[in-house]
């Protein structure tokens, strides 16, 4: 680099082109320190990861449709056998999950808090998959009838609620039928009666625009425990049918989610001798989203039992559920 010198007459002149030479100096000198200090690369920047967005505030969590949350969340355990049903107000609930019980059976799990219907059941006596299902929902009630001694420890170490027919009798009435088919809870009466319910968290759904891709799937049969559950899409939404006898046939679900999970023998046997059956919902497996008429497969993940689950095609992304009620069958991994 070359700099101009003044003549030694101009002494001004001089001085004030060496106090910038001087600066420059200066500067040189500093960018040549701070490049000794900088040979090794700057860490790359992280790649942007969009969040998977909750659900809005004005939405339901557990339907994707507008009117908010609910301010509590009431599950109860409704009777499907061929003897238990027509249901009653379960047409009502927001998520509805399908279980294998004893003898190949199976039971409702319906959880309600967008709307609380007059009347609900039957009412049944709950099992141990509840209490893991229930779990990611805050502190939710119980409405149940009997249970297994064996899982009074359970319930006291768990967030649920438990507002049964033995401890709550005012909040249930005889109904249709014989016993122990004819049991039906007061909705309003059992939320009142449950100290400490919260209103529902966000259980992992994701509502939106159907995924791309996905498979004709018009009609489905799963099988839960040995009960087949015949699927037809109509309308923008299913009717469901238990062992080829229609149980809803208006204002079905709008997504089916076939959860597949391991099932377990659990030590607890019925009054009869059998077994009961343990659905697994921690941890990871293939699940099926049923919208719209379409099939999409994924994996399902769920690390504890206080956490949502998440429902994942295989590039990651969310399986999208479309608005409306959810029906979850527990069917068995065969992995």
């Known amino acids: 680099m070359m700099f101009a010198v003044a003549r030694n007459g101009d002494s001004a002149s001089t001085r ?3 106090a910038v030479i001087a600066l420059v100096v200066v500067v040189i000198l500093g960018v040549v320190v701070w490049s000794s200090h900088g040979d090794a690369p700057a860490p790359a920047a992280a ?25 509590a969340v009431l599950a109860v355990k409704i009777d499907n056998s061929p003897q238990g049903r027509p249901w009653t107000g379960v047409d009502a609930a927001d998520v509805v999950y399908v279980e294998p019980v004893e003898g190949g059976v199976t039971r409702l799990l319906a959880i309600f808090a967008s709307h609380l219907p007059p009347s609900v059941g039957p009412v049944r006596s709950f099992r141990e998959s509840d209490i893991d299902l229930l779990a990611a929902y805050g502190h939710p009630a119980l409405a149940f009838s009997g249970n297994a001694p064996e899982l009074n420890g359970l319930v006291a170490s768990s ?11 005012r909040a249930y009435h005889r109904g249709r039928g014989e016993a122990p088919h004819n049991l039906y809870g007061t909705p309003t009466a059992l939320v009142a009666a449950a100290r400490g319910v919260t209103a529902p968290h966000d259980v992992g759904f994701r509502f939106g625009a159907a995924p791309a891709g996905g498979r004709p799937a018009a009609t489905v049969t799963e099988t839960i425990g040995s009960t087949k559950v015949d699927l037809r899409a ?9 062992d080829g006898r229609p149980a809803v046939t208006a204002n079905g679900p709008a997504t089916v989610v076939v959860q597949r999970v391991p099932i377990r023998t659990s030590a607890i046997h019925d009054v009869a001798g059998s077994p009961s059956p343990t659905a697994v919902t921690v941890g990871r497996g293939p699940v099926d989203v049923l919208r719209d008429g379409k099939r999409w497969t994924g994996t399902w993940s769920r ?21 409306g009620p959810v029906w979850v069958l527990l069917a068995r991994d065969p992995g």
Request: no cysteine.
């Open 47 to 71: 790649p942007s990861v969009s969040p998977v967005a909750a659900p809005a505030a004005n939405t339901s969590p557990l339907t994707g449709e507008p009117g908010g949350a609910g301010k």
């Open 16 to 18: 004030t082109i060496a």
């Open 234 to 242: 109509a309308g923008g939404r299913y009717t469901v049918a238990f």
């Open 303 to 323: 690390a504890t039992p206080n956490d949502p689950t998440t429902f994942s095609a295989a590039d990651g992304k969310p399986l999208t559920f479309a608005p």
């Open 159 to 169: 967030p649920v609620l438990p507002v049964s027919a033995e401890t709550v009798a």
